[in-house]
C-alpha cells in the first residue's frame, strides 16, 4: 500500500527503500514534533509490509539499503520484526544494511540476544533523537527515553554491533537553557562515544505543544547566531574517538561536517567565521524538516 504520509527520514537515507513498518510513532510525546501528531499508531499488518516489499523489490532487486519507518520500528518484538528482515533479505539479495529510528527505552528492553539477532539480519544501524544531554530540558518537552536510558541504548547497540546515530536538537534549551543544554549534551555525548552525530536546529511547528509556549511567552526561540554559538559551544567540549559528524540538515543555517577528532578545530574555526560574519548562513526560506 502507499506510505502514509506525513513521514521524516534522515539526509544519509535518501536512496534507501523506505518501508513503513509502523503507522505514527509508539511515543508521540515531544512538545516540538508535529509530524505524527494526525496519526494514531498502529504497527502495520504482516501482509501489508510484506506487500509493500514484494511491490517494491519488481522494480528494484538491486537495492542495497532499506530504512524503516515511522517513529520506531524497533518497538516491535522481535518475533514480529525478524520475519520483516528476513523477507528483506530474501527479496534483495545485494541488501547491505537495514536501518531504524530508536527509542532508547525500546532498545533497552531488548535483551543482547535479541539485538545480535537484529544485527545478523543486517539492521546496521539506528538513529537516536537525544535531542538534548539535560534530563530537565527533556521532561519539559515530554521526550519518554530519558538521557540515562539513551546513553544505555547507544552502549547496549554497540555491543551487538549496532552503530547508533545520534540526533541532536540546537535550540531545544531556548534562550533561557542553553548553557545546560550545552553542558548536558556535552557530557551524555562523551559517555556515548556513538559513531555517528547530526546536529539539527530547533523550528517551531505550529499546532504544537512548544508553539503554544512560544505564543505564550514561556519560550523563546535562539536566533541564527546563538544557534551557532550553541553548536560552537557543544562541539569545544567534545572528547569524542571516532565520530563521523553531520549537520547537514535543511533546518541547520549552516552545513558543517568532519570526523572526531581529526577535525574539531578546523569545524570550530568555520563556526567562528560564521559567528564574526565571514560566512553567509542558509536563508530561512531555504530552512526546512
Excluded at 518475533?79 to 530474501?90: G, K
Excluded at 529510528?101 to 543486517?122: C, F, R, V
Excluded at 534562550?175 to 553542558?183: C, R, V
Amino acid at each position: 500500500m502507499p506510505i502514509v504520509e506525513p513521514v521524516i527520514r534522515p539526509p544519509s537515507e535518501a536512496e534507501s527503500f523506505l518501508l513503513q513498518v509502523t503507522i505514527g510513532c509508539s511515543a508521540d510525546s515531544c512538545s516540538f514534533c508535529g509530524v505524527y501528531k494526525n496519526k494514531t499508531f498502529r504497527i502495520k499488518d504482516q501482509k501489508e509490509i510484506f506487500a509493500d516489499i514484494n511491490d517494491y523489490a519488481r522494480w528494484h532487486k538491486e537495492t542495497r539499503r532499506v530504512f524503516l519507518i515511522d517513529g520506531d520500528a524497533l518497538v516491535l518484538s522481535n518475533s514480529r520484526l525478524v520475519p520483516v528482515l528476513e523477507n528483506l533479505e530474501r527479496s534483495f539479495p545485494k541488501l547491505s544494511r537495514i536501518s531504524s529510528y530508536a527509542n532508547g527505552s525500546n532498545i533497552i528492553l531488548k535483551n543482547d540476544q535479541e539485538l545480535t539477532e537484529l544485527y545478523d539480519h543486517k539492521l546496521r544501524l539506528i538513529y537516536m533523537g537525544l535531542e538534548s544531554g539535560c534530563q530537565d530540558i527533556l521532561d519539559s518537552c515530554g521526550k519518554s527515553s530519558s538521557v540515562e536510558e539513551m546513553i544505555q541504548a547507544v552502549h547496549k547497540a554497540a555491543n551487538a554491533q549496532i552503530k547508533s546515530s545520534v540526533i541532536v536538537l540546537l535550540g531545544l534549551g531556548g534562550k533561557k537553557y542553553s548553557q545546560e543544554h550545552a553542558k548536558g549534551t556535552i557530557e551524555a555525548l562523551n559517555r556515548m562515544q556513538p559513531r555517528y552525530l547530526s546536529f539539527l536546529s530547533l523550528m517551531i511547528i505550529p499546532g504544537t505543544p512548544l508553539a503554544q509556549e512560544v505564543q505564550n511567552g514561556n519560550f523563546e526561540e535562539l536566533d541564527p547566531l546563538e544557534l551557532l554559538q550553541e553548536s560552537y559551544e557543544i562541539i569545544k567540549g567534545l572528547d569524542l574517538k571516532k565520530t563521523i559528524f553531520r549537520s547537514n540538515h535543511a533546518s541547520n543555517y549552516l552545513n558543517l561536517e568532519g570526523n572526531f577528532p581529526k577535525d574539531k578545530t578546523k569545524m570550530l574555526t568555520i563556526l567562528k567565521s560564521a559567528l564574526d560574519g565571514e560566512i553567509r548562513l542558509r536563508p530561512e526560506i531555504f530552512r526546512g524538516l
